[in-house]
């Protein structure tokens, strides 16, 4: 259970506690956030309402810790990173359930969730000692007009406090790709979830406290985003921002400063079908790309964009698909479960109605109950619906039908995301020139969307995002480069 056993110290009464210099506290605002089952719509949990002057505490803490752990060497840092990855995967059940609970993510899901968690945490330990084990070393005499006089080292080293902020639908996963990278670097952490996965990500954070790191070094501050979601992103401690979600981080770039960002704010994924593509696979990837998680994935297929000679076939293929998705409570593992809120299903709505009045093709019932949305795929969808531009973060796909393949380029190209795309074909150079012209960050050639495996790199263009994530790549931006230059009074040449 959730709260009890192991991690009963999070919890106060009803109220989850925040987490900073090392303990479980309750907020002098005296208030809490609730947050409501989105299958049941009822208050499931509440969190802490923490306060400005709560995020000033944290921060200098943070500040503090940071020095000290930056000298603490990379083969300790590394061991308490797996010594939490092994107190997560040990303990899973609890932020399953709580998963289940917070977000309504499948049963079988929030368990992949959690154990796929842990072992982003092993794998960035062991790539961080690698990567940040390693310098170079640059002579001066490579340069035209230079003797060798001057030995040039260089290293990486931290940022100073990284303020991570993930999303709902992946809570725990995406809080500690951001965590893992930064802790491993030698930087402080200070968490803020978001309201619905919080409690799932403060039994994650139980799991690092645990393990033992140094107090101060990771914080979690829950709360209302109106009250303090600026003056975290604003704070003058804070030396780096890595943000999952939605056009929030348009806003929170826009006012962050001179700091380094990493942020990742959606897509509207295409699927570009040839005519010579293999139509199962194409059906069975739909399936799996658009409904998952009731579409709400940045990777999720948001458009299919086919070619009008095999449409006809694939759509029938897909409906035959969609009709055997499974829809309830995600306690019993249902294929289509509640999206996350009312406000979310009510946005769904809305793009399903624009298109029901301008003409697009039902190919089932639409179908609501409180948050819960039938699977739906739209065919014969214009460029002047609404749902061809729009991110619907829903179990809703929208079948465009194109003549040619520019065709299906040209309205990828035209969206204001450039996150992910796919192409299905069988012919691997036409895959590899679409993939060329599609303006997107990846393209998957003969697959679904997905972010992952969690080591690959993943980013986007345009309003998709700033900077690029996986185990890797998140590391280097949460370091800069310092040289030390030994100047020598004469130059310096091997023997002979």
Not at 116 to 138: M, T
């Amino acid at each position: 259970m959730a709260g009890t056993g192991l991690f009963a110290e999070i919890l106060d009464g009803e109220v989850y506690k925040y987490y900073a210099d090392g303990e479980w506290k309750t907020s002098s605002s005296g208030k809490s956030v609730s947050i409501i089952n989105p299958a049941t719509r009822k208050p499931q949990y509440k969190v802490q309402a923490c306060t400005q002057e709560e995020v000033n505490a944290v921060m200098e803490l943070a500040k503090s810790a940071q020095k000290s752990w930056a000298k603490t060497p990379l083969w300790k840092r590394a061991e308490l990173l797996h010594k939490a990855a092994a107190i997560l995967k040990d303990n899973k059940a609890p932020m399953a359930e709580s998963l289940v609970k917070e977000i309504a993510k499948p049963a079988k899901d929030s368990v992949t969730e959690v154990v796929r968690s842990g072992d982003l945490i092993s794998y960035c330990a062991e790539e961080g000692v690698r990567i940040l084990g390693e310098g170079k070393f640059l002579l001066s005499d490579s340069f035209p007009g230079n003797d060798r006089t001057k030995y040039c080292l260089t290293s990486k080293i931290p940022l100073g406090v990284v303020l991570a902020i993930p999303p709902f639908n992946y809570p725990v996963n995406l809080a500690v790709s951001k965590i893992a990278p930064a802790l491993i670097a030698g930087n402080s952490l200070v968490l803020k979830p978001p309201t619905q996965g919080a409690v799932s990500c403060l039994h994650m954070v139980h799991c690092f406290h645990l393990a033992g790191f140094p107090k101060g070094l990771i914080s979690c501050i829950t709360g209302k985003g109106s009250e303090i979601g600026d003056f975290l992103t604003m704070h003058p401690a804070v030396n780096c921002i890595s943000f999952t979600g939605g056009d929030t981080g348009i806003s929170i770039s826009k006012k962050a400063g001179m700091i380094p960002l990493q942020m990742e704010l959606g897509g509207k994924d295409a699927c570009i079908v040839l005519d010579d593509a293999d139509l199962d696979l194409v059906a069975s990837n739909i399936i799996k790309g658009g409904f998952s998680y009731s579409g709400q994935r940045c990777t999720a297929v948001k458009v299919v964009l086919v070619m009008e000679s095999v449409a006809d076939e694939l759509v029938e293929k897909v409906k035959a698909k969609v009709a055997k998705l499974t829809v309830g409570p995600p306690e019993d593992n249902s294929d289509i479960t509640a999206v996350v809120s009312e406000s979310s299903a009510n946005f769904i709505e809305g793009l399903v109605m624009d298109a029901k009045e301008k003409g697009a093709t039902f190919c089932q019932e639409y179908k609501r109950e409180g948050n819960l949305i039938w699977p739906l795929l739209l065919d014969n969808v214009r460029p002047d619906m609404r749902i061809a531009w729009e991110e619907p973060f829903g179990p809703v796909v929208p079948v465009l039908r194109i003549s040619s393949v520019e065709e299906g380029i040209n309205h990828c190209n035209a969206s204001n995301f450039g996150l992910q795309g796919c192409v299905f074909t069988k012919d691997i150079n036409k895959a590899i020139l679409i993939s060329d012209a599609m303006e997107t960050g990846t393209v998957q050639i003969n697959s679904a969307p997905a972010r992952g495996p969690d080591h690959f790199p993943f980013q986007g263009l345009k309003d998709s995002g700033i900077g690029s994530q996986g185990v890797t790549n998140s590391i280097n931006l949460m370091t800069k480069v310092k040289t030390t230059v030994i100047n020598l009074p004469t130059p310096s040449y091997s023997m002979g």
